[in-house]
C-alpha cells in the first residue's frame, strides 16, 4: 500500500488527509503539532464540504521520524515555512520519494526542466542559499495547485469554502509518468479533482497571480470576495495587477491558457470565502507577502518587466500588516 505524508495538518492538509483516509486506498499519515496534534489524536480528523461531513482517524505525530520513508509527500505548510523543516522532512524520504511543495509563490524549482536557456535556473529570492534545491530534489518533485479555499473551524476540523476544490498536479515536462498518474488516480478515486495538467508550470503561475493579487487586497480592505466584487470599483484594479503580472510571464515565453477575467470569474465563485492571508491576519499569524513579493521580484528581474502596481499594492499590504501587529 502507497504511503502518504501530509506535512502540515491546516485546512489544506487536513482536507487532503481526510479524503485519503476516508478511501482507504493508502496509508495516510499526517505530521501536525500543538492544539491541532492534540485534537486529531483525541477526535479525529473532521472535514466539512457544501455536500457532507465525516470524521476519520489518521496517524498523526509531530515528528516525522515516527513515520518512515514515504512514497508521496504533500508539503501543506506555508511556504515561508518550508526553509525551517527540511531536516524535518529528510527523515520521510528516500531516493524514490516524491514531494509536492506549496506553491503560494514562485517555487524555487521552477525552471528546472525549462526549455531554453533558463533550464534549471536558482532563484536565490526565494531559495537563498540552495537548500530546498539540495534537500528536495527538483528531479523529485511534482508541481501541484491547491486551489481549495478552505479554513480551520476549530483544531482538527476542516471546512471547504465553496463548491468546487480540486488540486491539478503535473510533471513540469509535461509527461503522464507513472508518479503522476498514480497520485491522481488516488486523489480522484478519494473525492479530490485532480487531473493532471500538461502544463503545471503555467497552472503554477495562475495560481501564484491569483494569491499575489487578491491575498494583499484582502488584508488591505479586510474583505470576503464578495464584499470585494460588491465594491464595484475594486474587481478592475485586480485585473490590472493581473494583466502587470501576466506580461512578466509572456516575456519569459510561459503560456498562459486562461485570460486574467476568467480567473477573476472563478475566484469569485467562492463569495463568501475569506483569502487564506486574511484569515492568518485576523488570527495573528504570519503573512507570506515576503514569498510573493520575492516571487514577483524575482522573475521580474530575469524577464526584465517592471511591476510598479503589484509593487505598490505589496508595500501597502506589508504596511497594513504591520500596523495591525502592533495593537
Not at 8 to 21: E, F, Q, R, S
Amino acid at each position: 500500500m502507497l504511503k502518504v505524508c501530509i506535512f502540515g495538518g491546516g485546512a489544506i492538509g487536513g482536507h487532503i488527509a481526510g479524503h485519503l483516509a476516508r478511501d482507504g486506498q493508502c496509508e495516510v499519515t499526517v505530521v501536525a503539532r500543538g492544539n491541532t496534534l492534540e485534537a486529531i489524536k483525541k477526535d479525529g480528523l473532521k472535514v466539512i464540504t457544501p455536500t457532507e461531513e465525516f470524521t476519520v482517524r489518521v496517524n498523526v505525530s509531530e515528528d516525522p521520524k515516527d513515520f518512515g520513508v514515504q512514497d508521496y509527500i504533500f508539503l501543506t505548510m506555508k511556504a515561508h515555512q518550508v526553509d525551517e523543516a527540511l531536516e524535518q522532512i529528510t527523515p520521510l524520504m528516500d531516493e524514490h520519494t516524491v514531494v509536492l511543495p506549496p506553491t503560494t509563490g514562485i517555487p524555487y524549482y521552477f525552471f528546472h526542466n525549462w526549455e531554453g536557456e533558463l533550464d534549471n535556473r536558482q532563484l536565490k529570492r526565494i531559495d537563498r542559499d540552495g537548500r530546498q534545491w539540495q534537500h528536495l530534489p527538483p528531479c523529485q518533485v511534482l508541481g501541484c495547485v491547491y486551489w481549495i479555499g478552505a479554513h480551520s473551524v476549530e483544531p482538527g476540523v476542516v471546512a471547504q469554502d465553496g463548491a468546487k476544490a480540486g488540486c491539478p498536479i503535473g510533471e513540469l515536462d509535461g509527461s503522464h509518468s507513472k508518479r503522476v498518474t498514480q497520485l491522481s488516480e488516488l486523489l480522484v478515486s478519494s473525492g479530490i479533482n485532480c487531473r493532471v495538467n500538461d502544463n503545471i508550470r503555467a497552472a503554477i503561475w495562475v495560481k501564484f497571480v491569483n494569491s499575489l493579487c487578491w491575498n494583499p487586497v484582502a488584508v488591505l480592505t479586510l474583505a470576503t470576495l464578495a464584499e470585494i466584487n460588491d465594491a464595484g470599483d475594486v474587481v478592475p484594479f485586480v485585473l490590472k495587477m493581473m494583466e502587470e503580472a501576466d506580461s512578466v510571464a509572456t516575456s519569459l515565453g510561459l503560456d498562459i491558457p486562461q485570460p486574467p477575467e476568467k480567473r477573476i470569474a472563478m475566484t469569485l465563485n467562492a463569495g463568501g470565502h475569506k483569502m487564506s492571508m486574511l484569515q492568518d491576519l485576523e488570527q495573528g499569524r504570519p503573512l507570506e507577502l515576503e514569498v510573493l513579493e520575492q516571487s514577483i521580484k524575482a522573475v521580474s528581474e530575469i524577464s526584465r518587466v517592471p511591476t510598479p502596481t503589484l509593487d505598490m499594492v505589496l508595500a501597502l499590504a506589508k504596511l497594513r500588516a504591520s500596523a495591525i501587529g502592533k495593537h
